[in-house]
Nanobody, 124 residues
Framework: QVQLVESGGGLVQAGESLRLSCAAS????????MGWFRQAPGKERQLVAI????????TYTDAVKGRFTISRDNAKSTVFLEMNSLKPEDTAVYYC?????????????????WGRGTQVTVSS
């Protein structure tokens, strides 16, 4: 059983930056592709970014391309989301997720383990 704990959320102004971290425990971190998803009030949970087990390949939703960067430190069992040029529409609860297997999926339903989330609020 994998446990995921997110941190780094907060309240920022538009144009500012935040760095989210997700610490994993209880499993072999390199077994899992990892993802960041977000959910705004009244909306479905959606993909932000995903990364392969070795970190060699990443995928982003169009809304964050060029502004957000996902990375992972396998030695520390941690995945990061660097968020720059934040916009009010980025406001959401951000969740870290892991899935068994090697394939990257864009669909949140394919992920097996989830953190509790961290709130990101961007004011205009």
């Amino acid at each position: 059983q994998v446990q995921l704990v997110e941190s780094g959320g907060g309240l920022v102004q538009a144009g500012e930056s935040l760095r989210l971290s997700c610490a994993a425990s209880g499993g072999t971190f390199t077994d899992y592709p990892m993802g960041w998803f977000r959910q705004a009030p009244g909306k479905e949970r959606q993909l932000v970014a995903i990364i392969t087990r070795g970190g060699e390949r990443t995928t982003y939703t169009d809304a964050v391309k060029g502004r957000f960067t996902i990375s992972r430190d396998n030695a520390k069992s941690t995945v990061f989301l660097e968020m720059n040029s934040l916009k009010p529409e980025d406001t959401a609860v951000y969740y870290c997720a892991a899935r068994r297997g090697a394939i990257l999926y864009l669909d949140a339903s394919k992920y097996d383990y989830w953190g509790r989330g961290t709130q990101v609020t961007v004011s205009s």
